[in-house]
């Protein structure tokens, strides 16, 4: 098993639709979880972060973390154009590394 | 702003022809790293600095260096590229020991082809 996993995708969706991303990873103990957008050619940005289970907003991103179950995943809200890019999520492991773990990105494209 | 800077963006060098990137930061951040990004793949660990401290990764090849002469500059040299090390160079940095999340900021990164 991979120790972060994504789909890699592409996952269409129509403009103004909810775009749902979603991670699983491997350590139990993992402490921090992030989600980097990814534009073609581009270097990946940060967009969120959250490390207590249940769900973190921000503007048409939501965060949604479930530790027992060991997924994180991501929800845009009202899809633009514009969202279309690689997500990349990354986890931190226990044990004290500072260090995060990233899987290989989901695509997503919305279409309008 | 503080920001994560790369030069070149773009290098194009020769098979063999040894190669330096460069990274600079003005968030004053004492973790640097170097990542190797190929199409589809995720971002690859090549190795960091922990303030001066250099960690490599087990699976770095030898022909892959770096050096950090201060705080805000970080270098990656490639002394003999290969036609298999075309790929962008992402460099990141993060706050460690103060903050919780340790999240990683990330360069715009530098695309080398490899002739």
């Known amino acids: 098993q991979k120790e972060v996993e994504q789909n890699s995708g592409p996952l269409s969706v129509p403009e103004g639709a909810i775009a749902s991303l979603n991670c699983t990873y491997s350590d139990r103990g993992s402490q921090s979880f992030f989600w980097y957008r990814q534009y073609s050619g581009k270097s990946p940005e940060l967009i969120m972060f959250?490390?207590?289970?249940g769900d973190k907003e921000d503007g048409r991103f939501t965060a949604q973390l479930n530790k027992a179950s060991q997924y994180v995943s991501l929800l845009i809200r009202d899809s633009q154009p514009s969202d279309s890019a690689t997500y990349l999520c990354?986890?931190?492991?226990?044990?004290?590394?500072?260090?995060?773990?990233f899987g290989r990105g989901t695509s997503l494209i919305v279409h309008p | 702003d503080a920001m994560v800077i790369q030069n070149p963006r773009y290098q194009v060098t020769q098979f063999g022809k040894p190669v330096t990137l460069s990274c600079s930061q003005t968030l004053n951040h004492n973790v640097m790293y170097w990542y190797q990004q190929k199409s589809s793949q995720a971002p690859k660990l090549l190795f960091h600095y922990y303030d001066k401290d250099f960690n490599n990764e087990a699976d770095t090849p030898d022909n892959f260096q770096s050096r950090r002469p201060n705080t805000s500059f970080c270098f990656l040299d490639i002394r003999s590229p290969g036609l298999g090390d075309a790929a962008m160079y992402l460099c990141?940095?993060?706050?460690?020991?103060?903050?919780?999340?340790?999240?990683?900021?990330f360069g715009p990164g530098t695309r080398l082809t490899v002739l």
């Open positions: 990354a986890v931190r492991k226990s044990g004290g590394s500072y260090i995060p773990t």
């Open positions: 990141a940095t993060s706050r460690v020991g103060q903050q919780r999340y340790n999240e990683q900021f």
């Open positions: 959250i490390y207590s289970n």
